[in-house]
């Protein structure tokens, strides 16, 4: 699943528009992956819902003929358009920016802009090498984050309840509230080790967490959601079961929220929350654990 | 681990100089996530590597108030600063963007830069809302990710392997060369269901893939990897195991190679790219396949 195309509407006015009414083609080019041009390009787009855009990825340009290639292949797909092309680029190198900035579209050069003025601030030159930031630079800290992954994977839905001596955070809710992708994108992206802990019942019956877990409540993560959204959720993963119906879902969120209160925690609301918002406030969380902000 | 500091070198004028020697204090500011402001903050920061930097993160400040604060709080820890602090904002919201700029540090605004000639460009007007991005904007694409990254855990390793039509990509290669990380991070980010399978000792005495694979030669993305990088992992995994050790290492990949092409299939070679650079080519891949550039 890439890019599907989905009606939406956004509000504007006093009234719904249908968004993605206009069409735009969208390059992201870079010498390295491209992460950063098109995380900041799509940011960007993200604020014309009015529009859909047709996005194409140009990573590893990391040559002059490369670039030149590539100006003549947008140049060929803008001459036919109404709407000129965005070009999103994070290029290092000077003369590769040169070639691409010729390209008869918008060209949108993300690094130029800041890079001499950081440079004039710190009073030092920059490298201008692509692949820093999401290349193999630092190995050790890269290993780090590898670590961290299978440990989260060896740590999800409490497979193992040894070893959360080693864990940065432990993920506590109930089955399917979202738990393994985020402890996964905690541990990918910031090599945090993210065990995680559902919820069954065991526990509402016990009335309280496994000592196994309660041994590390400062690193616990408890957390709630809405019955519609995990009623929802399970309705997909077994339809029509007890398991996925409201009252048990219901029921369960209840019972943990007891179970929080008598442990005196106090939970993260997952329901309306994306893997990237809810992975913001537990890394806040963690940093301010280990007094770093 | 986070912002483990390391000693490193770089090399400049024909020389070795000790990196982050100097030090400089960063802050990364959102109303939502921050994550962008991150991307390209420390992009552009890895570009100066004779700095360490102190950074720290103020996502979701959303109102005027929090935004006076987080100024003053700025401005305490600048005031004795030698090399003044950077501060990287994404803010969508022009108010609160204008409390920021008033701090004490070298103010980078990542979005008003772009935003009004990209709505020259568009003839539209932009939303200015934050949120847009890593939010829960579009919840049946953002199901479709969680669907991936449940789809990656039930086949990985090759846990399964039933539901390979499902796959967008099924990543092959020996054990311990990065498959299950590339995999978790083409499912988080991209909503690429990407299964894997570990070619075993099995595979080598059929001289084939096994036929459930084979089936899907299509979308096989097969890997290797030097002996010296495989020794290395799998030394921290099993210290002085035969699995770990150099012969063991070079004979697997020398008969995966040859397994691949009786297969006639080309690796990708893992050596020295991190998770995000292999991603970045098996997407090109899985997206060329599809033939969407």
Chains 1, 2 share one sequence.
Do not use: W
Request: charged share 25%; aromatic share 10%.
């Amino acid at each position: 699943m890439i890019c599907s195309p989905v009606v939406q509407f956004y509000y504007e006015n006093n009234r719904f528009i249908e968004a993605n009414t206009m069409n735009c083609d969208v390059f992201f080019i870079s010498e390295s992956t491209g992460i950063t041009a098109d995380e900041l390009g799509s940011s960007l787009l993200s604020q014309f819902p009015q529009f859909s855009f047709t996005k194409r990825y140009h990573p590893f340009i990391d040559t002059i003929e490369k670039a030149e290639i590539l100006v003549e292949q947008i140049n060929e797909i803008a001459e036919g358009q109404s709407v000129k092309p965005l070009v999103f680029a994070t290029m290092a190198n000077k003369q590769i920016n040169k070639v691409l900035s010729g390209v008869a579209a918008n060209y949108y050069e993300l690094f130029d802009n800041y890079l001499d003025k950081i440079a004039d601030n710190l009073g030092v030159v920059p490298r201008r090498e692509s692949g820093l930031m999401h290349g193999l630079v630092n190995e050790l800290q890269y290993d780090a984050r590898i670590d961290a992954v299978n440990y989260t994977l060896a740590h999800d839905d409490a497979m193992v309840l040894k070893g959360l001596d080693e864990a940065d955070v432990i993920m506590v809710g109930v089955s399917r509230s979202g738990k393994t992708p985020t402890c996964l994108y905690l541990a990918l992206k910031y090599g945090i080790k993210a065990a995680n802990y559902p919820l069954t019942s065991d526990d509402f019956e016990r009335h309280a967490f496994p000592k196994e877990i309660l041994k590390y409540k400062e690193k616990l993560i408890v957390t709630t959601i809405s019955p519609q959204r995990l009623h929802h959720i399970r309705e997909k993963r077994r339809p029509n079961s007890r398991y996925a119906s409201m009252p048990i879902c219901a029921s369960e969120i209840k019972m943990a929220m007891d179970l929080y209160d008598r442990h005196g925690l106090v939970p993260l609301d997952v329901t309306s929350q994306s893997v990237e918002e809810l992975a913001t406030q537990i890394v806040r969380i963690y940093r301010l654990s280990k007094s770093v902000d």
